[in-house]
């Protein structure tokens, strides 16, 4: 790159590097923006700004990282989710849109103002817990990971948001938890060994135990529903997260262990996402 290049000329140059990928423009504005320290506005503002050398350095090395598939969220240390800025790193999963969905169906049978005990399981960066503590502040709230890293980042997570109501435990799923719950969530991995997403750009750098979920991709979601009539009080909710194309198999294993009022959520985009039932005890 030449000695002081325009934010133009930066962008332009990023945008052609990452030209593979369908936000290569919004990747390239969002990576120099972390670089700039700055908010988008700026690049639209100042398109002729010139550029010191030793930020042009610093972008071309996150433009080169993009290339090799790093999510654009590890590079800048962070992801908006619920509106909320989280600290995301390699020992988290990047949490995504579609995970909201999880949060709302779960909200809808959280009445505001009520105590209830909800439980995050494999709670990653934090996401969904903080949502819930965010939005249900009656609420008390356990979030456990297997990963002592993750926990970390969730704790993380949560002390800037000035949340207190949640208790992080490392746990694998149901392990180290003695207690019951009204509620429980979880976005476990459940993607299936031969899915070829799995070798794809997009998650080949994000943790394998956050996405893998065994030859048909439900090990982990059986596990949990296996282990949650221990968990949930009688009447409690559990809501799960799912591929596209999991929502039969996953609703039948519910029926299975007599959870009623059993239904699935689409996403934004229109596929089945989560799904849900109650314990009967
Ligand atoms: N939705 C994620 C993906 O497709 C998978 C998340 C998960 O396994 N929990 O990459």
Known sequence: MSDMATIRELL?????????????????EVLLCHVLQSDRGLLYARPEKRIGTAQQSSYARLISARCTGTPVAYLTGKKEFWSIELRVDEHTLVPRPETECLVEAALEHIPQGQALCIADLGTGSGAIAIALAIERP???LLASDISAEALAVASYNARSQAIDQIRFVKSNWFSHIDERFEIIVSNPPYVADSDPHLGGTGVRHEPASALRG????????RCIIEGAGGH??????????HGFDQAKAVSDLFRAKHYINVATRKDYAGLDRVTYGQYTG
């Open 138 to 140: 009656a609420c008390r």
């Open 214 to 221: 065994g030859h048909d991709g439900l090990d982990a979601i």
């Open 232 to 241: 949930l009080t009688k009447g409690g909710w559990l809501f799960l997260e």
């Open 12 to 28: 332009e140059q990023g945008r052609s590097r990452l030209v593979g990928l369908d936000s290569a423009q919004l990747d390239a």
